[in-house]
């Protein structure tokens, strides 16, 4: 069964950086797409970056700031998040699904099947 558990969020200010983490069990990362979504209160949960193997996808909103990589090793997914600005602000949540069950990167979230509970983000001008 997959296993997701964030952790890294918290508050900083604009200009500022952080790094989300992303512990994972379960599934074997060259079989699933692994990717990072964010939901800010009263807006619908969006994709910001997505892995599989040595392919990346970032939403235009985060290209050039935000970076996603992976540890096989330790089972980790990263998100490293430079020049914050407070539209950024969010709940971020790591989400996986099979590379075969429909699911792609950047498509919409309900097509990710497993889920962590999120790590708040929280930005100030």
């Known amino acids: 069964q997959v296993q997701l558990v964030e952790s890294g969020g918290g508050s900083v200010q604009a200009g500022g950086s952080l790094r989300l983490s992303c512990a994972a069990s379960?599934?074997?990362?060259?079989?699933?797409?692994t990717a990072w979504f964010r939901q800010a209160p009263g807006k619908e949960r969006e994709g910001v970056a997505c892995?599989?193997?040595?392919?990346?996808y970032y939403a235009d909103s985060v290209k050039g700031r935000f970076t996603i990589s992976q540890d096989n090793a330790k089972n980790m997914l990263y998100l490293q998040m430079n020049s914050l600005k407070p539209e950024d602000t969010a709940m971020y949540y790591c989400?996986?699904?099979?590379?075969?069950?429909?699911?792609?990167?950047?498509?919409?979230?309900?097509?990710?099947?497993?889920w962590g509970q999120g790590t708040q983000v929280t930005v100030s001008s």
């Open positions: 989400a996986a699904d099979r590379w075969d069950s429909g699911a792609y990167c950047g498509g919409p979230s309900d097509l990710f099947g497993s």
């Open positions: 379960g599934y074997t990362y060259s079989s699933y797409y």
């Open positions: 892995i599989r193997g040595d392919s990346t």
